[in-house]
DNA sequence: GCAATGACGCTCT
DNA sequence: CAGAGCGCCATTG
């Protein structure tokens, strides 16, 4: 892929102002967009595999200048605690996460956290029950 | 350029 | 196992 990227972002909904910053956020969200369908990561997972390691916080940041249009699957990247941490910028988004989450196939536990040993990406795969 | 902030992670209590 | 504190690093004001 060549110059597919601007054109990618644009799909994305990226603005020309979050275009500047795309060649430190493009990892994250080339990552991002990799993880499996009823899977999740988490965001230390996002950066380690991005190149970028300590960086998780950096993720955040790049997903909160996500835009709402963005294809982008959000929804699959939890902390590494298994919680989710959108609650604290988008009211209720924990919960829209939640659900789409369920909706894939991720269960919660009673505390309200993913088993990320069952459905971690990269972990034990083959022992996800169907 | 400096100071403050933050969708985090790890360690200690 | 849960909660609090410290550290890391890029973006924003």
New binding site residues.
């Given amino acids: 892929m060549k110059g597919s990227c601007a054109a990618t972002l644009g799909r994305l909904g990226i603005r020309p ?2 275009r500047r ?1 795309e060649s ?2 493009e990892k994250y969200y080339a990552v991002i967009r990799r993880i499996p369908r009823g899977r999740v990561a ?4 996002v ?1 380690r595999m991005a190149g ?1 390691p ?8 790049a ?4 835009p709402q249009g963005s294809k982008l699957p ?2 699959r ?5 298994g919680g ?3 609650g ?3 009211p209720g ?1 924990d919960l829209a ?1 939640r659900f789409r989450l369920e909706r894939e196939g991720v269960a919660f536990g009673l ?1 309200g ?1 993913i088993a990320l040993k069952r459905y971690g990406w990269g972990q034990s795969s083959a022992r996800r029950r169907r």
Avoid at 42 to 45: A, E, S, V, W
Avoid at 63 to 66: I, Q, S
């Fill in positions: 102002v979050e910053r430190t956020w988490t965001y230390g997972q950066a970028r300590r960086h998780a916080r950096q993720v955040g940041y997903l909160y200048t996500l959000w929804h990247v939890v902390n590494a605690t989710l941490s959108v604290r910028v988008v988004g996460q505390n956290r």
